[in-house]
């Protein structure tokens, strides 16, 4: 069954330093998305991109956040200046089409900042 | 304000108990509902869906029923089981945009054996 693959599964990064995070989506996706889980809480939509660009963005998701398509394969999310209150798991999921259709979502990437 | 909200943070039952997971939305204009499954550690997993165009749907030991008057969702849980025990979360579509989810807050479910 086609899944969702996101890299690193923790990453322990400095406050101040910049993170790369990873996702390879389901391979016939259109819709790409980011998600963030802080301990304990709920699931946060920050940002969706389609067609090679953000289509919509949360107010999390600040000047400090960015998300490229590089190759057609992957899909990163680039925290450029990690704050301690950025530590979270951070979900990427992708849909096949737009409309009323499931969202597929990675195992996620727990994201610690020291 | 929150979008999605739940009624219930944990709900323990027996195994072989049918479980019940409500959920209350605000957006009367949402017109799709999710039900994800959360196991410790891991992503989100689908669990079952439903268009504002109908008030229940039915699928494998799991039932969603939409109540558009109240704007109230559930999740039903047939014959529960020890592997049901996770964190449940209702999300919903709002109009516009591309088919961002807004989440609930989550319910714990805890099975005893």
């Known amino acids: 069954e086609p899944e969702v693959t996101q890299t690193p599964s923790h990453q322990v990064t400095q406050m101040g330093q910049e993170v790369i995070l990873r996702c390879v989506p389901i391979?016939?996706?259109?819709?790409f998305y980011w998600y963030r889980q802080i301990l304990g809480q709920k699931v946060e939509f920050l940002v969706s991109f389609y067609n090679n660009e953000i289509s919509e963005k949360s107010e999390i998701f600040d000047d400090q956040f960015s998300v490229e398509r590089p190759d057609g394969s992957n899909f990163t999310l680039k925290i450029r200046s990690t704050k301690l209150e950025d530590s979270a798991m951070y979900f990427c999921a992708s849909k096949g089409k737009t409309g009323n259709t499931e969202a597929f979502f990675g195992q996620g990437t727990r994201l610690t900042v020291v | 304000g929150e979008s999605v909200g739940l009624h219930l943070p944990t709900l323990s039952v027996q195994e072989g108990d049918n479980s019940i997971i409500n959920c209350a939305y605000s957006?009367?204009?949402?017109?799709?509902f999710i039900w994800y499954k959360q196991e410790s550690g891991k992503g989100p997993q689908f669990i079952i869906d439903i268009r504002s165009n109908m008030d229940k749907r039915q699928g494998q030991r799991v039932t969603v029923l939409l109540n558009k008057t109240v704007k109230h969702l559930s999740l039903q849980i047939a014959a529960t089981q020890p592997g049901d025990s996770a964190v449940y979360f209702c999300?919903?579509?709002?109009?516009?945009?591309?088919?961002?989810?807004?989440f609930g807050a989550g319910t714990r479910l805890a099975v005893h054996p």
């Open positions: 999300a919903e579509n709002p109009p516009g945009g591309y088919n961002k989810l807004i």
């Open positions: 957006n009367s204009a949402s017109d799709y």
């Open positions: 391979s016939n996706h259109l819709y």
